[in-house]
């Protein structure tokens, strides 16, 4: 690679261009690790030393040694396009021809409305509240264990979500029957917090440069976390801070009931997400309702719901009928 004496070196180069931009963490982190893999890939050559015949080198490898899935090799490839436009300003030309990743046209795993109870009521807590937030506001894993009290609104019976999949927020449902059980997590914060004095309380990590601009922020209770971790870590400046639980917690413990309940299906945590609109849809939601409750940018993937129920064939009888 080539030395930092003439530019930046390149993770902070990335970095910074990402956080001008306000992409999310999640994304920065992403885009890194396809960057890193490419680099890799080559030989630790520098991307200025590159172009579009590695570019799509190694995208052709993925696709045919490592066999991905069409979704992440078009992951790689939006980090290369945006590293070389925005971080390199070098936009990438016609990288020709590439073996692409197959995509295939399968229909999601849902559950009946039983099915996914018996599910939550296999789960422990807190686990058994984030299922019911997926399968009830039709949130995905990552969104509902980076819930803050801030995000409920009790009194409206909704949900937003900050930050969501394409950095958007959104709001959705939050069903009543949940109200209870969220207002007793709020408690049980607000009496830790009122137990802790002042700058002894560790905060919660906090989004980009709010700590700074406001100090207080992370000690708050309307910032604090709904599903905190059960240890303390370092944030990017090395503070001390309370994270979130992390996804990959709620995803074991979800299918390890899965197994205990018995469906016989391959379900996991985005299950409840799909059961949530195919549910919607067979109760007479308008489809574009849930496209915006679920926060689909087009309207062709709320559609994958309706051949689920079947919908897309109503009125067409079998001729052995």
């Known amino acids: 690679m080539a030395s930092g ?56 490898w993925l696709a045919v040694k490592r066999n991905v899935a069409a979704a992440t090799q078009n992951q790689a490839l939006n980090a290369l396009v945006f590293l070389y436009a925005k971080v390199l300003e070098r936009p990438l030309g016609n990288i020709g021809t590439v073996v692409r990743a197959k995509r295939p046209a399968r229909l999601p795993v849902v559950l009946s409305h039983d099915e996914a109870s018996a599910v939550i009521n296999s789960l422990g807590s807190p686990h058994d509240l984030i299922a019911s937030l997926m399968y009830g506001a039709g949130l995905r894993v990552s969104e509902a264990v980076r819930l803050r009290v801030k995000d409920l609104d009790f009194e409206r019976l909704v949900i937003t979500v900050r930050d969501g999949k394409g950095a958007k927020d959104r709001t959705t449902l939050l069903p009543p029957t949940l109200c209870d059980g969220l207002r007793r997590r709020i408690a049980v914060t607000r009496e830790a917090l009122s137990a802790e004095s002042g700058q002894s309380c560790v905060p919660v990590s906090l989004p980009f440069a709010l700590a700074r601009k406001f100090p207080n922020a992370g000690r708050s209770l309307q910032w604090q976390w709904l599903f905190p971790a059960a240890g303390l870590c370092r944030d990017e400046h090395g503070n001390v801070v309370q994270h979130h639980l992390h996804t990959s917690a709620v995803q074991k413990a979800v299918r390890a009931a899965v197994q205990q309940s018995g469906l016989g299906k391959p379900a996991g945590c985005h299950t409840f997400r799909h059961t949530f609109a195919t549910e919607l849809l067979r109760r007479g939601t308008d489809i574009r309702t849930v496209q915006e409750l679920l926060g689909h940018r087009d309207l062709r993937t709320t559609q994958v719901y309706t051949h689920v129920l079947g919908e897309a064939f109503a009125g067409v009888r079998s001729p052995l009928s």
Not at 13 to 29: A, F, L
């Open 5 to 60: 004496k003439e530019r930046p070196k390149l993770r902070e180069e990335v970095r910074r261009v990402i956080r001008t931009r306000r992409y999310s963490r999640r994304t920065e982190k992403t885009y890194w690790y396809w960057i890193r893999y490419f680099i890799r890939f080559h030989g630790i050559r520098h991307p200025l030393t590159m172009g579009e015949s590695e570019v799509r080198a190694f995208l052709t």
